[in-house]
């Protein structure tokens, strides 16, 4: 059966046209990309109730469509294959979209993505849609033992099969799962738009993330890595970044990229650091203190710093997070040190002494609070006691 589906009405007054196919007591849904005013459809003739070029040209898909399905589901019997709906949708779906194959496409999108590398995205970002890739092949030939599926199969149940596979074979917790399933939502609904899938998958699969603390160092924690004396240069290196993000609060690829260009004397002649987040282009302007000045004037002569044009002696992320953990150990420190701890513990301390939140915004290169708030802020027992106090003090003078 055709039927007009008028809670579908576009911003051009136009729904879409849908044909509802039956097996068994089951139906389903196949939509195939035509699109009528509602008050030109004839429910019981099922097709277009007008004579213009148009209409007469709908008619036709619409007989053209009915012949498809026919002609699968007589096809489907005489390879004894029992033709249920989903099966014939299936198929009519992969006539369709001209047998598109979900990685094939995938790995186009991953081009493009590169192709936008400095203009709407970062290295980051596009490397993200390389390794969905990489993972999404190894899942398809261990879960369905072939290279590649059509587009209409890439459903719920692949999803969150998907989901699965990545906690298990790639030992991701669940909040990593659903970074890498972000990505491959964004692919779907980009496939939706063009028109190549009728809805994405994506539509009731319910991505969770695990709410976590907000690691931070408190003043003397980051006072007993600076003054801590380092048994190798390796580590002196890698303490000297950290502690100069815990005074500027910037994130590792924006220290990693830090040159002199970024670095200017305002009329009073004080050090600021402008620098463009490599994440949103967002501008963070930073006045440095003497601890990150320090720092600063210790490496300017360093051959290797030299040589690379930086300011700092910065590795790789990973090389970094791994040496922060030696460093944590040897200064007795229990927690989870990452280069991202150092921006949060910027965050945090400004807030316990009183920065308003707009301020750390605008030195954390935030567009708006509300990422500086959710993500960044935790209210710490000190804040606290602190503020509970102020509040004794209030009550017991009577303000």
Same mark, same amino acid.
């Given at each position: ?26 139906? /389903?849904?196949?939509?195939?990309? /035509? ?65 598109? &194959?979900?990685?094939?496409? +995938? ?24 390794? +969905? ?38 030992? /991701? ?27 994405? @998958? ?16 408190? =003043? ?29 609060? +910037? ?24 620098? @463009? ?11 440095? =203190?003497?601890?990150? &000045? ?12 030299? +040589? ?6 910065? @590795? ?54 509300? &990422? ?15 503020? &509970? ?11």
């Amino acid at each position: 059966m055709f039927f007009c589906k008028k809670s579908k009405t576009n911003r051009k007054g136009k729904a879409p046209i849908y044909a509802r196919v039956a097996t068994n007591g089951s139906n /389903c849904e196949i939509h195939f990309n /035509c699109h009528v005013e509602p008050d030109k459809w004839n429910q019981k003739a099922e097709r277009v109730n007008a004579r213009d070029a148009l209409s007469l040209k709908l008619n036709e898909v619409i007989q053209t469509t009915r012949t498809k399905i026919i002609d699968i589901w007589e096809r489907l019997l005489k390879e004894g294959i029992e033709p249920d709906c989903f099966t014939i949708r299936e198929q009519f779906n992969d006539f369709g979209t001209g047998g598109r &194959m979900f990685l094939v496409e +995938l790995a186009k999108y991953c081009v493009k993505r590169q192709g936008e590398v400095g203009v709407r995205i970062g290295q980051i970002t596009a490397n993200k849609y390389h390794r +969905l890739l990489r993972y999404l092949r190894e899942y398809t030939r261990a879960k369905y033992s072939t290279d590649d599926i059509r587009l209409p199969r890439v459903t719920y149940e692949y999803i969150d099969g998907f989901c699965i596979f990545l906690q298990i074979a790639h030992n /991701c917790n669940n909040n990593g799962a659903m970074e890498v399933l972000r990505i491959m939502k964004f692919f779907m609904g980009y496939c939706e738009r063009n028109e190549w899938i009728e809805k994405t @998958p994506f539509k009731y699969y319910k991505m969770r993330l695990d709410k976590k603390d907000i690691v931070h160092l408190t =003043l003397p924690e980051v006072d007993a890595i600076y003054n801590k004396e380092m048994p190798i240069e390796r580590l002196d290196k890698i303490r000297d970044v950290f502690i100069f993000c815990c005074y500027t609060g +910037l994130a590792f690829t924006d220290v990693e990229q830090l040159t002199r260009e970024h670095f200017t004397l305002d009329d009073d002649g004080r050090p600021w650091i402008y620098k @463009p987040r490599q994440k949103t282009s967002v501008v963070s302007k930073i006045p440095l =203190l003497p601890r990150p &000045m320090e720092i600063l004037k210790k490496w300017e002569k360093d051959d290797e710093v030299r +040589l690379s044009e930086k300011l700092l002696p910065v @590795p790789s992320n990973q090389k970094m997070n791994a040496y922060l953990k030696e460093i944590a150990i040897i200064c007795g420190i229990n927690k989870n040190l990452t280069s991202h701890v150092a921006r949060r513990t910027l965050a945090t301390n400004s807030m316990e002494f009183g920065m308003p939140i707009d301020i750390t915004a605008r030195i954390l290169g935030h567009s708006s609070t509300d &990422m500086t708030r959710k993500y960044y802020i935790k209210i710490s027992d000190n804040l606290i006691r602190s503020e &509970m106090e102020k509040l004794g003090e209030r009550m017991a003078n009577g303000v």
